[in-house]
């Protein structure tokens, strides 16, 4: 484990992030942003299954509003969150939220950059920047209509409405919902299935689900084409069919 506002636990096939100011909801800030692209560095040299976590029973109580009132026009336009979420969204191999408590403003924002979201029985997710005169600017207002509809995310983002988890459940926001103890289980359960298929098949199933519709299906017969080449694609049929010719 490091110490910082980035706890990174590193395994063979998975790394556990963990947002670490628990004395301040684990808000983002300039720190935690500069942990997360140093992080994504890694993961995009070393793909693996990113899980990302919040410490002390919160995921993120948003990006730091201390910092974010300081900021202005030119730190606006440098869309110093969106990059970051960006970047955690293109890693080469999935990445799942475990989302404990709040996930709200920047916090929801990252939430929404993952794969795979799963939440605690406490979740608290949503958008109130408006509330806070500024806009949501580090991706709720493409990545939450691509995730929930362009109704339910207007009608989030317009009135900085905080859902439940039985509401984020109900409308797809996340997947599975499960008691505070159970979540990281819940989510290396995640991983563990991951773990289980041909990496390389993952890598590019993330590049074709995140590939615009204009593209598809060309793209998908590219990426097909080389998994068709594969020694571990021969490999892992021949296994399947062995094993039917065996029983
Ligand atoms: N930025 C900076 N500091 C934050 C923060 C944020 N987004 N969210 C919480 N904190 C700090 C509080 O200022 C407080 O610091 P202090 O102890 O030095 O005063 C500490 O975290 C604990 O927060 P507190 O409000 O006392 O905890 P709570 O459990 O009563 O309430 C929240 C939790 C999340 C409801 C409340 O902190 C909150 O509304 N935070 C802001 C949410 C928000 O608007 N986020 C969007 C930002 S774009």
Request: glycine residues 8%; contains cysteine.
């Amino acid at each position: 484990m490091d110490a910082g506002p980035l706890l990174i636990d590193r395994r063979d096939d998975r790394v556990v992030a963990t947002l670490h100011r628990p004395e301040k909801r684990n808000a983002i800030d300039q720190a935690m942003i500069d942990a997360l692209h140093a992080l994504c560095d890694e993961l995009e040299r070393e793909p693996r299954t990113l899980v990302v976590t919040g410490s002390g029973g919160s995921f993120a109580a948003g990006a730091d509003i201390a910092q974010l009132r300081e900021r202005r026009a030119d730190d606006a336009r440098r869309g110093i969150n969106a990059h970051a979420f960006i970047r955690v969204r293109e890693l080469p191999m999935p990445v799942i939220a475990a989302i404990d408590g709040y996930a709200l403003g920047g916090g929801a924002e990252l939430a929404y950059a993952a794969d795979i979201r799963v939440a605690s029985t406490s979740l608290k997710i949503g958008n109130p920047e408006t509330g806070l005169g500024i806009i949501a600017a580090a991706g709720a207002t493409w990545r939450l209509r691509e995730i929930v509809g362009d109704a339910r995310a207007s009608e989030l983002l317009l009135t900085g409405r905080i859902l439940d988890a039985d509401e984020a459940l109900a409308i797809g926001l996340v997947s599975s919902v499960h008691p505070s103890d159970g979540l990281l289980a819940a989510a290396h359960a995640i991983a563990d299935r991951i773990a289980a298929n041909d990496p390389l098949a993952t890598r590019y199933t993330k590049q074709a689900l995140h590939a615009p519709r204009e593209r598809h299906p060309e793209i998908d017969g590219e990426l097909q084409a080389e998994l068709f080449e594969s020694p571990e694609k021969h490999r892992r049929m021949t296994a399947f069919l062995d094993k039917r010719a065996a029983r």
